[in-house]
């Protein structure tokens, strides 16, 4: 069964700590990997699409990459302002225009 | 500006009513879905379409139905016939070509049903 995973649940950083979010998936065939952000109440805001192992994509204090099992959004440097739960969902071979999402990592960035 | 709006922002409603939630887009994408949020869920998707006149279920369809009349407008009825209708409601667009693929939404309809 395809699953895509997010990890950790709930993350708590201080102003300046940087780290890593994890999502993994197994599916059958990956045509795409998401991620978004969401804050409290709101619509995701879409970040980034990666489609290959060791595609890589930047912005500001974010950078997102993929293996052939999972992408990590590494957070360098991260500020209150980037407290939010980020997304990951996945597009699959024979899945149409259809994605599946993880459950989220709740981040919090405390000063 | 482009870019998708739904309406309302709240919604309440008493059980045993069907509801309408809009949708909007002026970004002329091709593609309309809808997904449902709920607290420790991911989205789970209820409808989507790819063009005008079409559209196809998702993994939760039950108890909602959809139409797509217009490139512009898709819009979503939570029927009385769906057990669970309180959620957070989102729709999305998505361009669907040229290798295009990322989903852009709307900023939500909380439902609340009683």
């Known amino acids: 069964e395809d699953q895509v995973t997010q990890s950790p649940e709930a993350l708590r950083l201080q102003e300046g700590e940087s780290s890593s979010l994890n999502c993994s998936y197994t599916?059958?065939?990956?045509?795409?990997l998401f991620w978004y952000r969401q804050d409290p109440g709101k619509g995701p805001e879409f970040l980034f699409t990666?489609?290959?192992a060791g595609e890589e994509k930047e912005k500001e204090r974010l950078k997102a990459t993929l293996t052939k099992k999972e992408s990590f959004l590494h957070i360098t440097a991260p500020k209150p302002e980037d407290s939010a739960t980020y997304l990951c969902?996945?597009?699959?071979?024979?899945?149409?225009?259809?994605?599946?999402f993880g459950t989220g990592t709740q981040l919090k960035v405390e000063l | 500006d482009g870019g998708i709006t739904q309406s309302p922002k709240y919604l309440f409603r008493k059980e045993g009513q069907n509801v309408t939630l809009s949708c909007e887009q002026n970004l002329n994408h091709d593609a309309m879905y809808w997904y449902r949020q709920d607290p420790g869920q991911g989205l789970r998707l209820i409808y989507y379409s790819q063009i005008v006149n079409d559209f196809q279920k998702g993994d939760i369809a039950e108890g909602y139905s959809v139409s797509r009349e217009k490139k512009e407008s898709f819009p979503l009825t939570v029927t009385s016939a769906q057990k669970n209708p309180t959620a957070f409601y989102l729709c999305?667009?998505?361009?669907?070509?040229?290798?295009?693929?990322?989903?852009?939404f709307g900023p939500g309809t909380r439902l609340t049903v009683t």
């Open positions: 990666l489609y290959s």
């Open positions: 969902a996945v597009r699959l071979t024979g899945g149409g225009n259809k994605l599946t």
């Open positions: 599916v059958s065939g990956l045509r795409g």
């Open positions: 999305a667009s998505s361009p669907s070509r040229d290798r295009v693929y990322e989903q852009y």
